[in-house]
């Protein structure tokens, strides 16, 4: 049978624990005792674990044997804000499929209150990273960054591979462009940085920052995607280009 996994807030060589809403639950809901066995993820680690003490404020777990940990795929997804639930959808199935990070931006076809309520609502945004890699049995957490305007992202720095997601590229597919960056990378994994448009598409003045600082178009295929969809389905081709 497999081993739960959780999180661990705080850790030292031997011991581990998690408090919060996650140490009342295993307290009151699954009713565990000292002695049961779990796998226990503490900073970016994995181990065999078992429960020394419990109360529905904090459970201590003793530290047993490093397990071998899966690293996550080397990409951040930058995501257009757009409707929280579909969002938050995206968010969590890009945990399950392995994403290294999420840059949330604020698009010109953001709406504007989602704009303005952005920054409040990482903290939901990091709740549902954490509840997604417990679930998925990640050994880490995918970073969450904080809000920052599309033009910032796209200007900064980055030694990564970038990539835009638009509907409207014909010729390069996201398979040639990953094919691309990996022979470029030689014996090396590449990192990557891919971006994806909120619901009404990127506009044109963002598509040609995008050109201007270096990023890649590239297509997954003929059909428009939701935003969520095109997420999942990038996440989908690098995978299996990488892993
Ligand atoms: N402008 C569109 C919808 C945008 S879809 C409209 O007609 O309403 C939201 C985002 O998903 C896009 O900005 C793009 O990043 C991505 N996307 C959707 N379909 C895609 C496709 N076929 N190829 C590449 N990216 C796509």
């Keep these: 049978m497999t081993r739960r996994r959780w999180i661990a807030e705080h850790w030292d060589e ?37 429960v020394a003490a419990i109360t ?12 071998e940990a899966d690293p996550a795929l080397p990409l951040t997804l930058v995501l257009a804000i757009y409707k ?38 990482t903290e939901r945004w990091r709740r549902i990273v954490i509840e997604s890699s417990q ?30 997601l638009a ?12 094919n691309e960056a990996v022979a470029a990378a030689g014996t090396e994994m590449p990192t990557l940085e891919i971006a994806i448009g909120p619901e009404g598409g990127w506009a044109p003045e963002e598509e040609a920052l995008f050109d201007a600082n270096g990023w890649r178009a590239a297509s997954l295929g003929p059909r428009i995607l939701r935003a969520e969809t095109a997420a999942i389905a990038a996440l989908a081709v690098v995978a299996s280009c990488l892993e």
């Design 14 to 50: 031997a011991t581990a624990t998690i408090v919060g809403a996650q140490a009342e639950h295993m307290a009151r809901v699954l009713r565990t005792q000292p002695g049961m066995e779990a796998d226990v993820v503490a900073g970016g680690h994995v181990f065999h674990a078992e």
């Design 84 to 121: 929280f639930d579909r969002m938050e959808w995206a968010i969590e199935k890009a945990t399950e499929l392995g994403v290294a990070a999420i840059a949330p931006v604020i698009a010109r076809r953001t709406e504007k209150h989602l704009a303005e309520a952005a920054e409040k609502r």
């Design 135 to 164: 679930q998925s049995r990640r050994s880490d957490v995918p970073l969450i960054h904080e809000p920052a305007s599309l033009s910032s992202r796209v200007r900064a720095a980055s030694a990564a591979t970038r990539i835009v």
């Design 56 to 67: 529905p404020r904090e459970v201590r777990f003793n530290l047993i044997a490093e397990l």
């Design 167 to 178: 509907e409207q590229e014909r010729t390069t597919t996201l398979c040639n462009a990953l």
